[in-house]
């Protein structure tokens, strides 16, 4: 961990919306590196990451990748050896992509502890312990099995994450390309052996709620109704939710739910460790659609995958690919057409518009039905189709634009006027009473 406080500069609060569209996730994860025991195995993985390579760098211009995400286990034992092969084929990638390292975002992942460093530490036995052990203060007493991972990142030449006025490759916000990336590691306990060997750190896991709200005291990591204009924001880290500690998934008063808090502040979540097929993304509390990244190599009989995801200005676009194990032809395919999915506050926008178009319909066929039965000379039915109008008027006001109430006062004081020759005195003081009424929204 190094200090920097010549290169952090402290941003104004709510920094203003930037162009992100156009911009290519290359979404990978749990390459595993090392894994391999002999000659064959490598070869495989060789045959697989190589055809990988060459898939995305045959993509159409538009889905050529801008920015590469890689949500942790990047070795299989976090040595120096796993490292060195990662390294060499990450830089085939940048190269044949024609990107530059500060294009690349890693986070870490539970085999990217070194285990037999991590044995002794021991982890927290509650979310008191775990808040302490991530503070601000504290977090950097937790660093040393990452030593291997950091030396890696340093290798590649990839830009530290800031946290506050101090840098690191396990925690922190970069930003590129107008995108806002905020790295967590929670991985940060992951350590414990049991049933003869076995790794297990279901629910034991925290990301460092400290951390994140030490973020977003300095206006890095803004709540987003609070802040409209927030620039587009991605986080990152290995485990998805469910494996994390309860206490991270819930609240537990005075505690915030961190998984909810993160949710409040960000456009899009991309985890891994899952190994699975595959899947939509889901949106959490309608808000920051969570996209879980398959093994994109974990070993040559296992349905490998990745992902591409475009961004646009008020949706996105994702492509998915997998290696099927079976096939003869040692090549990765497309599973589905690009889905689109509408970020959140464009959903509701296109909601509150749809809504808003149907009440405007509503007070149309009011006035429709209002000329039309003032047209037939039925006053008394009009009169009461005009209370009608002006209550829904009233009601619905705080939608309509001032523009939008001057049509329809004008269209419903005009059919008014023209029949005031024809009504009874009685009538027409009635009618009036009605267009104040209208006539004051």
Known sequence: MAKNKSKLKRKAKGPPKANYAGNVILHLSDLHFGYDLDEQAKAERKNALDDLISIINNQKPDWKPTIICITGDIAMKASSKDYSEAKTWLEELLSRLKLKSKYLFICPGNHDVQRNIAEGIGGPRDNMEADRFLSIDSFENHIIPFVEFQKFCSSLSIPPYLIGDMESHL????????IKFVCLNSAWFSQRYQNGGEFIDDGKLWVGLPLLIHFESRGDFPYFEKHADSIFTIVIFHHPFEILHENERNERKPRKNTQEFIAHRSHLILTGHDHGVPTDPTPILTRAFHFRGGATYDNSKYENSFHLIRLEDHHLLEKRFIYQPSSSTSSWSQRDEPKKQYYW?????????????????????????????????????????????????????????????????????????????????????????????????
């Open 345 to 441: 506050d464009y959903a509701e926008k296109i909601i509150e518009e749809k809504e808003k178009q149907k009440n405007i319909d509503k007070i149309e066929n009011n006035r429709m039905s209002f000329q039309e039965i003032m047209l037939q000379g039925d006053y008394e039915n009009g009169l009461k189709i005009l209370d009608s109008g002006a209550e829904l008027l009233i009601s619905l006001s705080p939608q309509l634009t001032l523009e939008e109430k001057s049509i329809f006062k004008s269209k419903y004081s005009d059919s008014v006027q023209h029949n005031l020759p024809l009504m009874k005195s009685e009538q027409i003081c009635k009618f009036r009473k009605i267009m104040l009424r209208i006539l004051d929204i």
């Open 171 to 178: 925690t922190g916000i970069r930003i590129i390309n107008n």
